[in-house]
């Protein structure tokens, strides 16, 4: 099993551009999250989902979009590239809410 | 959202010291998870905590969940280099997992 992939480990973007941060994973999990870090910040919740075709926002939602139209796949869309978003993204899947996250291993968003 | 408060926000140690780490919460949590992240690593999964008094133990590692379920704390014997890393509590609360700002532990050899 692969577990969680994220897709690219490392992007600059420029300020307005657009991209999709990729999240796949193959254990059958119902639930996926999508989670940004900052320097002394912990991990933040972007959104959630609970399963395909369910999504839900978490603290900060703003700037990102999210669907999930297989189990499989849990992209992350961010609309309008701002330097506020520099920073790691998680992405994690979980059985149900009452296991254990699987993490990614990140990938690393520079906005310029 | 749920908060959950970690204290210390940084922890230095000599190799062979104990070290805890404490998560608070203002409300009852449904149940606590820990996970390590490694420096330029990924969080791991390291244990849940689901009922009042709980405690379990992993090797040098000893996990508890308050009688309140209001806090809880992770204690390692021992410390040693590969203990270095950011410790996370996490409350699990309708469908979120809301992670504490994790506790940074330095181990010196």
């Known amino acids: 099993n692969a577990g969680v992939t994220q897709t690219p480990k490392f992007q600059v973007l420029k300020t307005g551009q657009s991209m999709t941060l990729q999240c796949a994973q193959d254990?059958?999990?119902?639930?996926m999250s999508w989670y940004r870090q900052d320097p002394g910040m912990g991990l933040r919740l972007i959104h959630y989902?609970?399963?395909?075709?369910?999504?839900d926002q978490g603290e900060v939602p703003n700037g990102y979009n999210v669907s999930r139209s297989t189990t499989e796949d849990f992209p992350l869309r961010l609309l309008s590239a701002a330097p506020s978003q520099t920073s790691v993204y998680f992405c994690?899947?979980?059985?149900?809410?009452?296991?254990?996250?699987?993490f990614g291993s990140g990938t690393r968003l520079t906005v310029v | 959202g749920q908060q959950v408060m970690q204290i210390p926000q940084y922890q230095h140690v000599q190799e062979g010291e104990d070290f805890t780490t404490y998560c608070n919460s203002s409300?009852?949590?449904?149940?606590i998870q820990w996970y390590k992240q490694r420096p330029g690593g990924h969080p791991v999964f390291l244990i849940q905590?689901?009922?009042?008094?709980e405690v379990k133990k992993q090797k040098r590692l000893t996990f508890q969940f308050g009688e309140a379920k209001k806090n809880s704390s992770l204690h390692i014997t021992a410390t040693q280099t590969t203990d270095v890393g950011t410790y996370f509590c996490?409350?699990?609360?309708?469908?979120?997992?809301?992670f504490g700002s994790g506790t940074k532990l330095n181990v010196k050899p």
């Open positions: 994690a899947s979980s059985p149900t809410g009452h296991y254990g996250y699987t």
């Open positions: 254990m059958n999990h119902e639930y």
């Open positions: 989902s609970v399963g395909a075709g369910i999504t």
């Open positions: 409300t009852t949590l449904s149940n």
């Open positions: 905590l689901v009922k009042s008094g």
């Open positions: 996490a409350d699990y609360n309708f469908n979120k997992f809301y």
